[in-house]
């Protein structure tokens, strides 16, 4: 534990460089007199009456002299001319303004004075038990109170009293000294200080988690609401389900009472007929008619006796259905209808972490919750909120995704550069360290780098051209050691493929075949196409009398065979047997017209995409439909596409090569517009000749480079 000295330093440089108001270290102090103070800068020097917020309220001169409101009235009144009075302190001529004395200005500087000597309390000055005459001193350094009579002046015990001591006192550099007086009121300072700091921050905490009770209860009181609706639907449900039961019984009920009251009717109806019939026959004496109507009597009892029979019986009945228990079942279902869902995640002890950003590429900053007191979550389901904004305050589209073990991936895509503000809340409550402000820049670097000039698994020479399997595998062209490099979608190396196609340096162009299995070469010394598979043997290949110096290959879905050729100014379409289908383009200056072409490549619908100084675009007929990304200078075109590719989602990726720099464009292929630009920033592309998109890793293209003999992986969205 530290000594009162050092506690003492401690909080007093803590108070003073909170309250900006003292220097950061103080060796000397200085006594003032409380009457001497008041005289000096609080007494009026004509009435010497001190200044108040009366009639002597304190006014100041435009000469800089305080004079009161008392005096300066009387001398207005008595020596005033022309609006004009002299100051009684130095004579220099006044203008009384437009409202009198009472306009000018009061002196704020003795005001504040005088608040503050209001504030304050006169000193009790500590003195010694035994010189009661003479003030106690402090040694910070020491830690000790000591009179200087007692101790000499060498604030120790025993010490001889000499004037060399006492002059020591004051001005000994190694040992700071104060009054006693000052150092009580330091630690007072100090201690108010510290009590109002713990009072303000206890305030707030009791105000935090007064708020989160008071959010808590309003949880409750909607997911009391939701249990309430919940079971209210079950019993509305149950209800209306009792009802349908009824309804079906009473029903059948009605149906088979219908079919006994028609019967009933019967009965009644027959029955008085025969009522009549007996009483007409009261009256007769005709024994024949008589007989005959016994007759007939005796033929109604039989179709009576049928009466007597009910047409429909009375058994009605609801079975349920036996060995089902529906208070099982009921419990059963309402077991699952939800559940009572909380967290322990504590917002504060969250943090986020964030990976670099790059403009027009998806940025992921991930949450880690944690568990007071400091335990990390390990399940998901928090309600996590995040916004991102930009320097304009402009809102960027986010995404977040629960990991479902107590992390999240927040997501979005930058579209400047610039100073980004991330703000994550959970159950509205910031994380820490919230808001998070980082830089989005727009250099792109590589994700992974692979080879170097050699011979040996690594090294490349004259590195060319590549293509990209449906597995991600690469195939680069190694035209320096007539060789292709299988390299795995991390740029590990595989194996190498070796052709009598590949020999002589030549080869220049590669590109997946139709079925997906098989590469097809073109090379421009032998002028011919072969088809080849993974592994290195021979299908077949053919050549033909126009190629003349073909430089790029690329092979459409139905298997026919693009092939540019500078030395033709066109590119060839051939059958896959080598029969010349068609060409498309030629050499001139006009649009659609080439100059150097360098790649081509097809797209899913057909169009044929060449890369020459800029991008020209033709359907699957061969017609132009339009040009893009040609940078012309007085001296004609500058620089030159070097290699192309399309993804699913219509970005063209086109390497470019000019003579100071060299870096990846995308385009919106639809319309030739800008989407962005891999700079290769840190380690910069010298001339890129191949560019192939990753088939299974969305947003990841890879480029060989010749001039650093390279293979290189980016990001570009």
Known sequence: MGSMADLLKKDWVEYQNTMMNLSSTLVETVSINYEDFNESFLTCGTCLCMFDAGEHSPKLLPCSHTICLECLTRIVATFARDSQFRCPICRELITIPRGGVQALPPSFLVNQLLDLMARQRREVIPKCSTHPNQELFFCETCDSVFCSTCTGGSHKPGGAGGAEDTEDLSSSSDHTVIPFSIAIKRISEILIYKANECTAKLNTANDVVLEEMHRLDHSADDSFASVNKLFEEVIDAVGKRRLEVLAEVKTKKDEKRKVL???????QKEKLEVDSEVEALQQQVDVRNITKKISDLNCKLDTISQLAEPRENCYLEFCRISGVSYCEAVKRMLRDVGRVKTSQTCASLCRASMETAVTHLQTMAKVQTVEYPGNMQDVGGDPVTAEVTNEKGEQIETHIEDRDDGSYEVTFTPQSVGTFCLKVQIFDRPIKDCPLFFEVTEHNSPVLSFGSRGFQEKGFVQPCSLTVDGQDNLYVVDTGNSRIKVLSQNLDFQNHIFNESLEGRSVTGVSLGSSGDTLVTVNWRTKTVTEMTLDGKT???FSHDELVEPIAVAVSRDGDVYVADNGVGAVLVFESCGKLKRKIGEKGKKPGNFKEMSSVCICDNGDVIVGDTRIIVFNSSGEFIREFGGMKTKEGSRGRFCGLSVDSSGLLLAARAER???????????????????????????????VAISRNSDGFVFVVDIGTECVRKYRYK
């Open 261 to 267: 009251d028609e019967q009933l009717q019967i009965i």
């Open 539 to 541: 299908i077949g290949g």
């Open 660 to 690: 100071s720099r060299s870096y990846i464009q995308v385009f919106n292929k639809d319309d030739g517009s800008v989407h962005s630009v891999i700079d290769s920033h840190g380690e910069k592309l010298r001339r890129p000749t191949g």
